[in-house]
């Protein structure tokens, strides 16, 4: 007989971000020590504030996010239905062939405004090309091994997760509290400088554990040896930039690497003078349509349900701010930056690891919705989404038709 089961979707992912955690503490201690890094760090800016860490929005405080290197088409497909009950969706798409790593993928996350509320939790998950390897002898040994392992890409007996990274509201200032503690911090952040208004993603990591580990070999037998696949990071998450704000800030970002590698500046620094250019002012980045928003109609205004705004003129949503009937928050980055993925993924291989030659093929989206066997929704049209459901709302508390 079939028992009907049912779970919570959400309670769920939240008990499993919490296992995750508890048991990547145990197994890397430096990520134990930069949780707690973390939360100093987010204690005292909130203190600032005349704030304590209980009044932080329930999500941030356990938020964290995961990375997994799948090696087959079936890892893939088994990872997509286990995350799936969790809540967990692919939303994007990946092309790591960028930085020439055979590679591409996808973040598994909620996807709904409650869900997201409630637990974000996320993970990068790639999967390999082999077609893009060149040397067919390293293809073939690719293969070999995948064929004859249930999963791992690297050298553990069963799944890993490679690093597991909690969210801050301070990321220079955890990146100078690890470097005072003499952790391996990386030597700078990704992406984009300090800001008044934060956007995106902002990144960095301690490095690689050197952890032992002994390889089979079917004639020598077991080789003693060391793997450098686990570390941890920390992010500082901003505001999800819109459509014409991610062509800006892409323009901007190739703009800086060209120039530090003409002038031999840090590309970091040459990031910082490119970026003035990106408006740093809430009001005037969400005038320019630079940035999303998440707009409410304030207390106040939906207990009187009244507005001067439903007689002759249309309102506007410019209109509805400045009387304050309506406010707005920019809405949260959720996702990636192949940038900084692909620096973490640099980060934690040794020199040497620039020669690698790939086949030219193109970046095939087609080709991972083919092996999920679903569609890969963008990531901005669900911002866009996102805003248009909350503009919607107000419209509807206010009796209006459209702003
Ligand atoms: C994934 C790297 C991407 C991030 O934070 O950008 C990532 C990996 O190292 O497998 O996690
Ligand atoms: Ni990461």
Known sequence: QVTSVSWDADGLRTKF?????????????????????????????????????????????????????????????????????????????????????????????????????????RVFTTVLRPELISSAETRELAMRILRNRKPDIVCFPSAHINHLTPRTLDIDAVQEEMIRQGMPAKDCIEEPPKRKCPILLRQTSFKALDERVMFGDPERGAIPATHTARFSEVEQRGAAVTRKGRTLYDRLLASAVRNAASSNIRSGEAFRETSREFPDDWTELRKKGLVFFRYRVAKCAAKAKVTNFDLEQPATMDALLESGTVECEPITYEDFLPFSAAGIFMSNLGNGAADRELQDTDSSSEELERVLGCAIPDEIDQYERLQRNSVRECCKVLGLKEV
Not at 27 to 52: C, F, H, M, N, W
Not at 87 to 100: A, F, N
């Open 17 to 121: 971000t919490h296992a995750l955690s508890a048991m990547y503490r145990t197994e890397v201690p430096l990520y134990g020590k930069l949780v707690e890094i973390v939360q100093g760090v987010d204690r005292s800016t909130l203190a600032g504030q005349g704030q304590t860490l209980d009044t932080l929005p329930v999500r941030h405080q356990l938020e964290r996010h995961g990375a997994i290197r799948l090696g087959t088409e079936y890892e893939m497909r088994m990872t997509k239905r286990l995350f799936a009950i969790m809540g967990m969706h692919p939303v994007g798409y990946y092309d790591l062939k960028m930085v020439r790593f055979p590679l591409h993928g996808t973040a598994f996350r909620p996807t709904s405004e409650e869900a997201l509320r409630k637990n974000p939790f």
